[in-house]
């Protein structure tokens, strides 16, 4: 299997602009996880899907923050406006999930969001 | 709630020495406990898990046992390589809310 795919890796933009950040999970998985990762903050939940439903959106910083999973196979994370605080790395994974509970996490490699 | 608390970094160990990150949780239940390790520039990879008490997770070296008396999941290796500098990250799956839990992460680096 491919593993957790993400893209673009990198990303540069200036404040104001929409950013869309893509994912495709591992193929057979039904939850799929945004995460943002900041030195002064570390690794934040922000938002996470069970069958293409979102389930905790708690951790979602604002309304320019927003997700979607339309089908299984693919999951975006958009911010609009961006803004220079929403500089970090974004990391999607995905696993799946048992009645008996969760089964590991598997990330992707990340997308560095630079906003200037 | 749930929650996991590790020990704050960073490390800096020189080749070959013995090596233990504290880990320990508090959770409803019975969660399954995780190590995860980050690379530079890279995302986080599974380390070592292991899902019931008194289990015990082991690659690469590396080994962890689920310590349900002491809520403690430690991380240990007998002797590290310059190649195990990284950020290690220990993690909780609560079974109730399908979640992970992460901890603040660690950061090691070996010196030859």
């Known amino acids: 299997d491919a593993g957790v795919i993400q893209s673009p890796r990198h990303e540069v933009t200036e404040m104001g602009q929409e950013v869309t950040l893509r994912c495709k999970p591992i193929s057979g998985h039904n939850s799929l996880f945004w995460y943002r990762q900041t030195m002064m903050r570390g690794l934040e939940l922000l938002i996470y899907f069970n069958n293409n439903v979102p389930i905790d959106d708690s951790g979602m910083p604002e309304d320019r923050f927003s997700a979607k999973m339309p089908n299984a196979s693919f999951s975006t994370l958009k911010i609009q406006p961006s803004e220079p605080r929403d500089s970090a790395v974004y990391f999607c994974a995905s696993s799946f999930i048992r009645d008996s509970g969760t089964d590991t996490q598997y990330f992707g490699p990340g997308t560095r969001l630079t906003v200037l | 709630g749930n929650s996991v608390t590790q020990m704050e970094g960073p490390v800096t160990l020189s080749e070959e020495a013995f090596l233990t990150i504290n880990c320990t949780y508090t959770a409803t239940g019975y969660p399954s406990l995780f190590w995860y390790v980050q690379y530079p520039g890279e995302g986080l990879q599974l380390l070592l898990k292991?899902?019931?008490?008194?289990d015990k997770g082991s690659n690469k070296g590396f080994e962890a046992t689920y310590r349900k008396e002491t809520t403690s999941f430690h991380l240990e290796k007998g002797s590290v390589q310059v190649s195990d500098s990284a950020v290690y990250f220990c993690?909780?799956?609560?079974?109730?809310?399908?979640?992970?839990?992460f901890g603040t992460g660690t950061s090691l680096t070996v010196i030859p």
């Open positions: 292991a899902t019931k008490a008194d």
């Open positions: 993690a909780l799956s609560d079974h109730a809310g399908n979640q992970f839990y």
